[in-house]
Structure formats: C-alpha cells, structure tokens
C-alpha cells in the first residue's frame, strides 16, 4: 500500500493563485484530514491528487503514481476514491443503477465489487432500498449511497469531502466507523471537513490550508501550540472575567461553568493570571495546563493567515 | 491515449437508461418526427384527392413550365417528396441536439460531472460514450419516421402512382447515408456548445440555430429557386461531412479533463 507524498504543489488558473507551496506526506492506512476555510484551496488540492487537475508547479505521489501525469491518469484514478462536496448521483436511477454505473467504468470484478457494495448499503441502512429510484433518497440516503460510491472499486486511497454533511448523529457514527474500519484495512483515507469534532475523532494528523500551508501537524502537537490556563473555582467563572482586565498584558478569558480558561501568549503569564483572579476574590480549588481546542488552534491559524498582508 | 470500449459502452447504457427514464425528453424527442411524417402525407393526400384540379395544375406550371399536365398531380407529389427531404433533415440534427444537451451539460447541472471525471473514464470515452448515446436513438427516431412515411406515402399515393413511390433512390440514400452525417453533426455541434456554456437549456437553444440554413434551403426549394434532386443532397452531405471532420478536431481539442473540470467543476 503507498500513502501520499507532496512536495511544493501549486495550482493557478490563469493570473490567479489557488493553493501553493503545499508540502505534506500521508501514511498508508493513515486518516488525515485537510482543514481550511471555505476557497482556502482543499477541493484544488484533492482534485489535484485525484488527477482532475494537472498542477501548475510542484509534484506529488499518489498511491505510487507520479503528479503531474505523464499519461491519461487511469492508472491513478482506479487506486483513489473521490467523495465530492455534493454527491452527484443520477437521480433517475435507481441506486444499483448509479453502483453499477461506476462498477463498469472501474472494469473491476463485477461479482466482488457488487458484495462490496452491497455489504456498504447494508451497514448504512440502505439494503432493500437498491431498486429505488434516487431522486427519492433523503439528503443522508444520498451522501451515504454517494460514499458506498466512492469506495464500491476498493481504492488504496480515498477522498473524503464532508463526509458526514447532512446525515442524522447515528449515521454519522456509523458512516466515521466505517472510515476508521478501512484505514485499519490499509487504505489512506483523506478527510475535507469543517467539523472539527468529527477530524479530532478520526484524524491523526491534519494540514491546514489557506492558499498557503499553514501547518501539518498532529493534533496533539496542534493543540499544544498555544497555552491555555484552566482556572477553577467557586462559583462562576465568569463572575472573574472582568478581574483581568487588571493585567498588563491582554488575555482572552473564556468562562464555562466554575472553569474560567484563559489563553496565554506564554508560561511566565500563569502565576499573573491565577495572582490577579485571587487579588480579585476568587476562592480558587485548582488551575492547571489545558490542552487547546482544536477549533481554537484551527482559528488561530486560519487567523493569522487572514492578518498577514 | 488509452480507449476502453468497456467504458465508453458503459457511459453509453447509462445515458440511453436515463433517456428512457426521462419521459419529457422522449416525447419531445417523438414530436417532431410525428410533424414531419403527417405533414407531407397531408399534402400528398391533397394532391391525390384532386388531381385534375386546375390549381394542381397551376401550381405543376409553376415549378416547371414543360411539365406534362396530364401527371400534374404526381409531379408534384414527386416534388414535394423531394424537396421534404430537407424538413426531414431538420430531424437528425435537432433530435441529437436534444439528447446531447440533457447528456452533456446536464451533468454539470446534476453534479455528477466530477464523480464521473474521477472515475478511470478518459475524456475521449466520455465523448464516444455519449455521442453514441445521443446518436442511436437519433438515427432509430429518424428510420423509424422514414419507415412510416414511406407506409404512408404509399398507401395515400397508391390510387394515383399505381406503385411504391416511396423509398426512391434519392430518399434511401439521404435517410442511409447523409442522414447520419447531420446526425453526428448535431451531436457534436451541442456536445461542443454543452462544453462551452455548460447549461442544457442554454445549449439546447445555440445548438438548435443549426436548423436554420436547412429552413432557409427548404424555403428557397418551395419557393422554386433551388432545385432539389440526388446531386443536390449529395453536394450538402459532402459539406456536413467537412463540417464533421472539423467538429472532430475541434472536440479533440476541447475535451480534456482540465478544461472540463476548470469549466464545469
């Protein structure tokens, strides 16, 4: 099994730069997740590594197969599956219908692609629902049949956008099993997301884009990136917010229940923080390092990336 | 470049079973060939019903003044026959441009474009694929209409002609051989356009002003001024064939996944 390798990759069309200097490897069997915000330059990127879009600088390695294509790019789209933003499906047909459709242009082994395939509708809850027309599915029917799609030729690498968009919380558990099923499998699964919940559960490594590369990082080594300070007491924390403003230095304060969290720009301010809510009155039972959000990282990135000129 | 026919065949089964699924596309498709089939046996039925009437024979007199009178009637017939064939024409370039719109950039309005680009499909079974799509019903709608048209030729011009009058030479070989040549002419004019503007409607309407030249012939035809005839539709049928040619250059061209996914996607 290969994974992914990007060096330098860059895409513009025409004048205008889409997405540059991204360089990340993915591991074979690893769930990574790319993260930026909406025209950061993520779908570019996979349409890029799926082959749909020839890279104006840069080269990569997908499942063993060199970018930019040196030919028609076959090869290389029967290793990857690709869920895209909206899933795409033939609605006059029924579900079988749209499976076969790209059973036939994998020419993968119809018998084999077929229990695969059906296995897929059965754990997504869509067994006896094959001869239906999909122009009838619900909005999680479709993007659960547009999945089973996705991965109906077995590829070593698959492309995830969104893959939970618009399914109910049950189906959305069931659908990130699935996916943590097949990179246990071997496969190298790519996830496009912007819940944030769902990458922390599934990925163990993200990038995130902004037209640039921001970071690759885990998610541990991303949530560590910044400090947080969690202040406990009693009583509410957020009766304590306005205690800061005391400081000579800023903070963002961000109170939830008796916990009052506080962002560092560094260590040596802690001692300050909890001396400042003491002064004030606060009767203080614990304070202790917090790991970030990854939200918090995330927009921290995303941010300063909006800052820069 | 490498051609799977497994591809371009399976491009091409799932067009022609969405087709049949959509009804409003099928009856659309079905009501030309109906106009152009009942219209001339209108007028067939007119000239046979009355055919000493002295307006037949006015009219014989004005396409040709060395016409024998006594067979006005079927010389106008003939003519008519003759000269509908440009109508007809009007069919296997319309009815692609029908299917070829909804098949092409109906996949841009479906969505279903990109899936369908990340799949193994090269460009060049993408076209073949839905070229095919497009032109076997086209070509079947339009034998059908001239399978019907010559039944109903026949059995309303039997108790003048005493003979089959149709097929002819002229008719067999417009319907065989130039017939497909507008066929795959359409097709490639609305899959060209359908990868340019990248919306049916929108496609459907360019494409559609193709019919144009071939009503502005038809015009001239019954207004006398052109003279339809075998030599006549041979000479167009070499033209479209240029025009073919062209097409397939230009599709070349055109249909590589970039352009189509930085267009469509």
């Known amino acids: 099994m290969h994974g992914i390798r990007v060096e330098g990759l860059e895409k513009r069309f025409g004048a205008r730069l889409a997405v540059s200097g991204l360089t990340f490897e993915v591991k074979p069997g690893e769930v990574f997740g790319l993260l930026g915000p909406n025209g950061a330059g993520k779908t570019t990127t996979v349409r890029m590594l799926t082959g749909l879009l020839q890279p104006s600088a840069g080269r990569a390695s997908v499942c063993g197969v060199e970018l930019p294509l040196r030919d028609d790019g076959v090869m290389l789209r029967r290793k990857v599956g690709l869920l895209t933003e909206q899933p795409g499906l033939y609605d006059r047909l029924t579900a079988r219908e749209n499976l076969e459709f790209f059973i036939r242009l994998n020419e993968v082994d119809w018998t084999s692609a077929w229990a695969l395939a059906r296995g897929l509708l059965e754990r997504f809850g869509l067994g006896g629902r094959e001869d239906e027309p999909v122009g009838g599915f619900s909005k999680g029917m479709r993007q659960k049949l547009a999945i089973v799609r996705a991965l109906v030729h077995s590829p070593e690498v698959v492309f995830l956008d969104e893959p939970t968009s618009g399914l109910d919380p049950l189906s959305g558990r069931v659908v990130r099993d699935a996916i943590a099923e097949l990179a246990r499998e071997g496969r190298t699964m790519v996830l496009c997301s912007h819940n944030l919940p769902e990458v922390e559960r599934l990925c163990s490594r993200v990038a995130v884009v902004k037209s640039t590369l921001r970071t690759v990082a885990s998610l541990t080594e991303l949530r560590r990136e910044g400090l947080a300070l969690d202040v406990l007491v009693e009583g509410e924390g957020a009766a304590w917010v306005r205690a800061l403003d005391a400081l000579p230095f800023r903070v963002v304060a961000q109170p939830e229940g008796s916990r009052l969290r506080v962002l560092l720009d560094s260590e040596a301010q802690a001692p300050d923080v909890i001396t400042c809510v003491v002064t004030a009155g606060a009767r203080v039972t614990a304070a202790h390092r917090a790991a970030r959000p990854l939200e918090e990282a995330y927009l921290e990135l995303v941010r300063e990336e909006a800052e820069a000129p | ?265």
Not at chain 2, 123 to 129: K, M, N, R, T
Not at chain 2, 156 to 165: F, M, R
């Open chain 2, 1 to 265: 470049m490498s051609f799977s026919v497994a591809r371009a065949l399976a491009i091409f089964r799932k067009d022609v079973l969405e087709l049949r699924k959509n009804r409003g596309l099928v009856w659309s498709m079905l009501t030309l060939p109906l106009v152009i089939v009942v219209t001339p046996l209108g007028v067939v039925w007119a000239y046979v019903r009355n055919p000493t009437d002295s307006g037949v024979k006015a009219l014989a007199l004005y396409y040709d003044l060395s016409v024998d009178l006594s067979n006005a009637a079927r010389f106008l017939v003939d003519k008519v026959l003759a000269d509908w064939f440009t109508i007809y024409l009007v069919m296997p370039v319309f009815v692609p441009i029908l299917i070829s719109s909804h098949a092409v950039a109906g996949e841009k309005e479906k969505r279903t474009l990109e899936p369908l680009l990340a799949s193994p499909v090269t460009p060049l079974e993408l076209v073949v694929g839905k070229s095919l799509a497009s032109l076997v019903p086209s070509v079947a709608v339009c034998l059908l209409a001239f399978s019907l048209l010559c039944v109903g030729v026949d059995v309303v011009a039997w108790p003048l002609a005493h003979e089959l009058v149709l097929p002819n030479r002229m008719w067999a070989f417009g319907v065989l051989v130039i017939a497909p040549l507008f066929a795959f002419f359409g097709n490639g004019v609305a899959v060209l356009i359908s990868a340019r503007v990248g919306d049916s409607r929108l496609a459907q309407q360019l494409s559609g002003l193709m019919v144009l030249p071939l009503v502005g012939l038809a015009a001239g035809q019954f207004a006398g001024w052109l003279k339809a005839g075998l030599g006549y539709y041979a000479l167009i049928g070499a033209l479209v064939l240029c025009l073919d040619v062209a097409i397939v250059v230009a599709a070349r061209r055109l249909f590589d996944r970039e352009r189509l996914m930085s267009r469509w996607g």
